[in-house]
């Protein structure tokens, strides 16, 4: 039997009424609030399932994943073709493209992000 | 019905999962200050001649031979992987009792309609995916039967660490199954009176008369008997109780004589327990130090002692906490000694908002500003951002200090501490 249960989502922005914490004029913006952009909803799906892991040298240049690099790793997401995922090969960590969705495949996470410093 | 979820070889799970090349070997976690072995995953429990709590240079040689790796344990590793396990698990069901850091029961109350099996293959392979965590599940309808249904999941390799007593069949040959020793609550005494009467097993347990339970085991005795039979009288507890006291104890990484060092480490503790309080928003009315040497030493001289000091206003204030702590191990302090182990307890724990003013206390509510701006710079930027001055410095820490030699890194709560891959480590 299929079974699919999900939390009940809040809704993404909500609302955040306020008052005013002006001496002079109450700011007009008071009713207009809402919470400032968090990273973590936009690159984030599941909190449980997500990790950070840093990259050391530059042994992936090819899939734009560089020196220093950040990738976010969630765990939750099924392989896909054309994914990059973080998977163990012989005891080690490795990155690679999903091309084949072979069932030997030991996956750690799929990659979802890379964060890459500018300066 | 009720699903008892625990890790297997939780802490050596957590190892693992960022330490892929340990697969199949053995791993041991080990005592704060590296003392002795608490964890094994299940390749070290089958080296059987490795103790646990026995001190660990004396089987040092016998890890070595046998390959197992060791770590010394990373408590804060190890509790956001166990938040993460136990959110996946409210997944399942809104009614989550996080039992330990390892366990947890979900109840499944209402679900009777659905294949509780595939259910609990769901559950395991959803937190498995999700962390890296391995778990074993059973399912039962009461809590002491669901504890018995796990143990079985583990047991039995070919329930794959899923295992439903749903029927009186399965109830009643898993009860001839488990000795009373390993009856979840039934304490040593109650097992060795069971054996007086010749009772073995749980069966045998659920077949004595309730009169004579009652009698001769209490209430508690009384309820696993109900619950073995099929009757649940456990309640759930999503709640976790409130403690009654806090307190902290841990043994220097050297034996230390030098009562400034020895202050600061008092200090050190102080904050920490006092920041527990904070957050359960209560305040205390007694602080007790305590100072001991090594009673397991031969050569050294022997001495313990401990003060309580009642506080003039219950506070949580760890400024406050400090100076009166400083005072209370001033007392109890003697020169000449090889102390190990400083130790602290907060009691007489009372909620804040009913805290009882002095006429005389003053410069309370000063405080409390600053111990809020505290609070906040070190719940941004990490413990001990800020400290207290007599709690000590990184460098001047070191001397007292747990030694935590093999500590994996902080994987999951600190940026400097992330997983690293790549041709760095292939080379290493």
Redesign the interface.
């Known amino acids: 039997?299929e079974?699919k249960?999900?939390?009940i989502q809040r809704a993404l922005v909500d609302y955040n009424g306020n008052t005013s914490v002006q001496t002079g004029f109450p700011s007009p913006a008071t009713h207009y609030r809402e919470p400032v952009i968090d990273l973590n909803q936009a690159l984030t799906t599941?909190?449980?399932?997500t990790?950070?892991?840093?990259?050391?040298?530059n042994?992936?240049r090819d899939f734009n994943i560089l020196?220093q690099d950040?990738l976010v790793i969630d765990?939750?997401l099924s392989p896909a073709l054309d994914t990059l995922a973080?998977v163990?090969e012989e005891?080690?960590?490795?990155?690679i493209r999903i091309t084949k969705l072979k069932s030997q495949l030991?996956l750690?996470g799929i990659i979802t992000y890379i964060i890459h410093k500018a300066i | 019905m009720i699903a008892m979820v625990d890790c297997n070889s939780f802490y050596a799970s957590c190892e693992q999962v960022f330490r892929p090349d340990l697969k199949g070997r053995p791993v041991a976690v080990l005592s704060n200050n590296d003392g002795c072995i608490i964890a094994k995953n299940k390749e070290a429990k089958a080296l059987t001649h490795i103790p646990y709590s026995e001190p660990l240079f004396k089987i040092k040689h016998v890890l070595e031979a046998n390959d197992v790796t060791l770590f010394s344990s990373n408590y804060t590793l190890y509790g956001d992987l166990s938040d993460r396990v136990m959110n996946v698990l409210r997944t399942f069901s809104p009614d989550v009792e996080v039992y330990s850091i390892d366990e947890s029961f979900v109840n499944l109350t209402g679900m009777q309609h659905i294949d509780l099996e595939t259910y609990g293959t769901q559950i395991k392979e959803k937190v498995v995916r999700y962390t890296g965590i391995p778990v074993g599940v059973g399912i039962a309808p009461t809590k002491v039967l669901a504890k018995l249904a796990n143990r079985i999941s583990k047991k039995f390799p070919a329930c794959k660490h899923v295992f439903v007593l749903d029927t009186e069949d399965k109830r009643i040959k898993a009860l001839k199954w488990a000795e009373t020793k390993d009856i979840w609550g039934l304490g040593k005494k109650h097992v060795e009176r069971l054996a007086k009467v010749g009772v073995f097993n749980a069966y045998e347990f659920t077949q004595l008369p309730l009169s004579w339970v009652r009698k001769e085991m209490t209430v508690v005795g009384e309820r696993m008997w109900r619950e073995l039979n099929g009757e649940s009288c456990i309640t759930f507890e999503t709640l976790p109780r409130k403690k009654k006291a806090i307190g902290t104890a841990k043994s220097f990484g050297k034996k230390l004589s030098d009562l400034a060092t020895i202050e600061e480490a008092c200090a050190y503790y102080i904050s920490e327990t006092s920041e527990v309080l904070r957050a359960q928003k209560c305040c205390c009315t007694y602080l007790q130090v305590f100072l001991t040497t090594n009673y397991h030493s031969l050569y050294d001289n022997q001495y313990r002692d401990s003060k309580t000091i009642t506080l003039a206003v219950p506070t949580n204030n760890t400024f406050t906490l400090i100076s009166e702590g400083k005072r209370a191990l001033q007392m109890i302090y003697k020169k000449g000694y090889r102390y190990k182990k400083v130790g602290v307890n907060l009691l007489g724990l009372i909620p804040e908002n009913q805290v009882q003013g002095n006429l005389f206390a003053t410069g309370q509510s000063l405080n409390t500003t600053l111990i809020k701006t505290f609070d906040t710079i070190n719940n941004r930027y990490g413990k001990s951002t800020v400290s207290a001055g007599l709690s000590g410095t990184k460098k001047s820490k070191k001397q007292w200090e747990l030694i935590k030699e093999e500590r994996s890194p902080r994987f999951t709560t600190q940026w400097g501490e992330l997983l690293e891959i790549g041709i760095i480590k292939k080379t290493s």
């Open positions: 039997m079974l249960i999900k939390k599941s909190k449980e399932a990790f950070y892991v840093r990259v050391k040298g042994e992936w020196d950040i765990r939750a973080l163990i005891g080690d960590f490795n990155v030991e750690w």
